[in-house]
């Protein structure tokens, strides 16, 4: 069992920056798939960045350039850097986690954290 616990969010101007971070409990983070979700209210969750156990990264279009996932495995957390913020960025944030145990695919996610963008 992984748990997630963000943090970070908040409100910011147009333009500004916020960074999220997301610990996770247990010992084998260094394992697990990363990623950071957002959802708008009345809409499913959209990938917005993820990071694999490898390094390997992706982003959505609509954050490249602006955002930045990075591990920092020691300490078992993952962060998400947010530049030159939006007001369509405002949206709750969830951090996911992801790993396959023998064959198993497993996933947790947090409680969300609220990151509203003023224009």
């Known amino acids: 069992q992984v748990q997630l616990v963000e943090s970070g969010g908040g409100l910011v101007q147009a333009g500004g920056s916020l960074r999220l971070s997301c610990a996770a409990s247990g010992s084998i983070f260094s394992s697990l798939a990363m990623g950071w979700y957002r959802q708008y209210p009345g809409k499913q969750r959209e990938l917005v960045a993820a990071l694999t156990s490898g390094g390997s990264t992706n982003y959505a279009d609509s954050v490249k350039g602006r955002f930045t996932i990075s591990r920092d495995n020691p300490k078992n957390t993952v962060y998400l850097q947010m530049n030159s913020l939006k007001p369509e960025d405002t949206a709750v944030y969830y951090c996911?986690?992801?790993?396959?145990?023998?064959?198993?695919?497993?996933?947790?996610w947090g409680q969300g954290t609220q990151v509203t963008v003023s224009s």
């Open positions: 996911n986690a992801i790993i396959v145990l023998l064959g198993v695919r497993h996933g947790y």
